[in-house]
């Protein structure tokens, strides 16, 4: 629902509730998708813990249609976050945004790993079980859904609704534009734009429902915001995304870091030079979103 040109414009608890509707119809829409799912399987005699992560990317597969509907109609009738998004995309050339991409997915890849280590330090997975469910889930069901549920249709899902509607209508519930002329109205736009990033972070973990993931969630979803801000497009954060949940995969499914397992001081190293490298790959994205305005 877009609120531009109608009676409900300047009314705040409307405004909130058309950030908020979205991720209702989201967590109905998948949840009804995967019970359904789940009951057909059982009646095929499928073992459907076994099987969670297929019923999931099929759940996700179908609710993706109805969360894009939100996504492509905010950018049909532009608000002005849109209308900022499209310029600051228009700024950079085709070499920009393929920087871009490629530095993106590296760094969703190496901070998805980072937090990954750092939480494995704390005693936070040994006692969330939601987590511990959460995560068994995450990889039953073979590696071919994993890889195309968990690291291609659930990031598109969750980017198109958290980055793209969410976020977007966020900036705009703050007034957030790019028309404003003089230091102290540019401050004060980017210092909404840092509170529209903070609680879409906040949302994007909390919705995650339980205490690791929010963490985690939390962490990657400001970086993901910020990306969406320096790319003007959703590429930037999907791209980032889609790095750090193949990065899990992979992690688990071929053993790709079990050098790091070898002792605690070489964890320690390895997570500490992870934690580098996005830090270096931010300032790569950062530097080279400024030399293209």
């Not at 469910?133 to 990031?155: M, R």
Request: glycine share 6%.
């Amino acid at each position: 629902m877009n609120l531009k040109g109608s009676p409900y414009e300047n009314n705040a608890i409307f405004k909130f509730w058309n950030v908020i509707y979205p991720i209702f119809i989201y967590f109905v829409a998948i949840n009804l998708a995967v019970s359904l799912f789940a009951v057909f399987a059982a009646f095929l005699g499928a073992d459907i813990q076994k099987q969670y992560m297929a019923l999931q990317t099929a759940a996700v597969a179908v609710t993706l249609p109805f969360i894009v509907r939100y996504y492509r109609k905010d950018q049909k009738e532009p608000t002005a976050f849109w209308e900022r998004m499209k310029r600051v995309s228009e700024k950079k050339t085709s070499a920009r945004k393929a920087a871009n991409a490629i530095w993106m997915v590296l760094a969703g890849a190496s901070a998805g790993a980072a937090l990954n280590n750092l939480l494995a330090l704390t005693a936070l997975k040994e006692i969330s079980r939601g987590f511990q469910e959460a995560n068994s889930n995450f990889f039953a069901g073979g590696i071919f859904f994993e890889l195309l549920g968990a690291c291609l249709l659930t990031p598109c899902l969750e980017e198109v609704l958290y980055r793209g509607v969410v976020y977007g209508r966020l900036c705009d519930l703050l007034l957030v534009n790019h028309e404003e002329q003089g230091a102290e109205q540019t401050q004060k736009a980017w210092k909404n734009r840092l509170i529209a990033m903070a609680l879409s972070a906040l949302l994007f973990g909390v919705l995650h429902q339980n205490l690791v993931q929010f963490v985690y969630a939390g962490a990657l979803g400001l970086m993901l915001a910020w990306f969406m801000e320096e790319a003007g497009h959703l590429y930037g954060p999907l791209l980032a995304h889609i790095g750090a949940n193949l990065i899990s995969v992979l992690r688990v499914e071929t053993g790709l870091f079990q050098w790091m397992e070898q002792s605690q001081s070489v964890f320690a190293a390895a997570t500490a030079g992870l934690a580098v490298v996005s830090i270096v790959l931010l300032g790569v994205i950062w530097r080279l979103n400024r030399e293209s305005v």
